[in-house]
């Protein structure tokens, strides 16, 4: 069986479990470590964290009667996450659960014993994080976003929409543990595409701002940005910097096109956060994190900007828009 059919039938199997199945919520109050890795004012962030209460409340939990949630918001950094793994390890929480890499590094070197489970990582077994996806093993399980090879489906969208693109730059910072296998994929596939690769590294907002400027340099430059929390905290430099120099760019969420981007296609992260909270959930009833398979992203959206494509100056081709599953005009 396919490593993504695997992953989806588990993740349908589980979901489909009915809730009179699994046994009440227990009386005493199960506490929750949540550290995410955008601010508690960016709405993205909001609408995330709507969507995990929302599984628990589902699920039969109330807050504050037999379930309190921690939350430590910023979660960007490796220093800070080292500093709030030392704060949640003395709050004796129950589970923790995080959307930040720089978080998860911090918390699996910071316990064995508490159980982990993350959201939006692209692949946790080449990453490290755990053993396998059928049997992650220790104390750490989650929900997988996207795979590497999505670049491929990117580049493919970026040729469609953007046909006179002859080099393509993609961007991630640095640190983040897909960086070095993203950099890999693309510069090795971009030729199949007739791109010529252009990869931008970088550290913070203002190495992010002259890698953009420094590729609308070279004629027929468009952008590629990655999946990390560092780019979807920076979402409106990023969008604003590749309109003022009119560069075409693909998003892997739909948050950037809804914020002005051109394209985007990726999984659902609100979806994934909701699902989520099934796998707190059992964890909390008495299930070993371990022992809960890695799950994938099944539900993915493509969406495309009407107004931005436009500025830029491209015609969508109609069997683009055919396909998308939101328009923004």
């Known amino acids: 069986m396919q490593r993504r059919n695997f992953i989806t039938l588990i993740g349908g199997a589980a979901a489909a479990w009915p809730l009179e199945a699994r046994a009440q919520p227990t009386s005493a109050i199960?506490?929750?470590a949540v550290l995410m890795g955008l601010a508690e004012t960016d709405a993205e962030g909001q609408a995330r964290n709507k969507a995990f209460r929302s599984g628990f409340q589902q699920l039969g939990w109330i807050e504050n009667a037999n379930i309190q949630f921690d939350y430590y918001w910023d979660v960007n950094s490796n220093k800070r996450s080292d500093e709030l793994a030392a704060v949640v390890m003395s709050k004796k929480v129950d589970v923790i659960f995080t959307n930040s890499p720089a978080g998860l590094a911090a918390a699996k070197k910071a316990t064995r014993s508490i159980p982990i489970v993350f959201v939006q990582f692209t692949d946790p077994v080449e990453d490290g994080i755990v053993a396998s996806l059928a049997h992650p093993g220790g104390n750490i399980t989650g929900f997988a976003s996207s795979e590497h090879v999505m670049s491929t489906k990117w580049l493919d969208l970026l040729r469609e929409l953007a046909?006179?693109?002859t080099r393509v730059?993609?961007?991630?910072?640095v640190e983040h543990p897909s960086w070095q296998r993203y950099n890999r994929i693309i510069q090795e596939v971009a030729s199949s595409f007739g791109f010529a690769a252009f990869p931008i590294g970088v550290r913070d907002a203002t190495e992010?701002?002259?890698?953009?400027n420094k590729l609308s340099l070279i004629p027929g430059g468009s952008l590629l940005i990655l999946p990390d929390t560092f780019n979807t905290i920076n979402r409106k430099l990023i969008i604003a910097s590749a309109r003022q120099q009119n560069l075409p760019a693909v998003y892997p969420l739909s948050v950037f096109t809804k914020d002005g981007g051109l394209m985007s296609y990726g999984g659902d992260l609100?979806?994934?956060f909701k699902r989520a909270a099934l796998y707190v959930d059992r964890i909390l009833r008495g299930d070993k994190a371990g022992e809960l398979p890695i799950q994938q992203a099944t539900k993915f959206d493509l969406v495309v900007n009407l107004k931005t494509a436009k500025a830029l100056g491209l015609d969508v081709p109609p069997t683009l828009l055919a396909r998308a599953d939101e328009v923004i005009e």
């Open 163 to 165: 046909p006179r693109t």
């Open 208 to 212: 992010l701002e002259e890698g953009i």
């Open 30 to 32: 199960k506490r929750v």
């Open 169 to 173: 730059g993609f961007i991630q910072h």
């Open 270 to 272: 609100v979806d994934l």
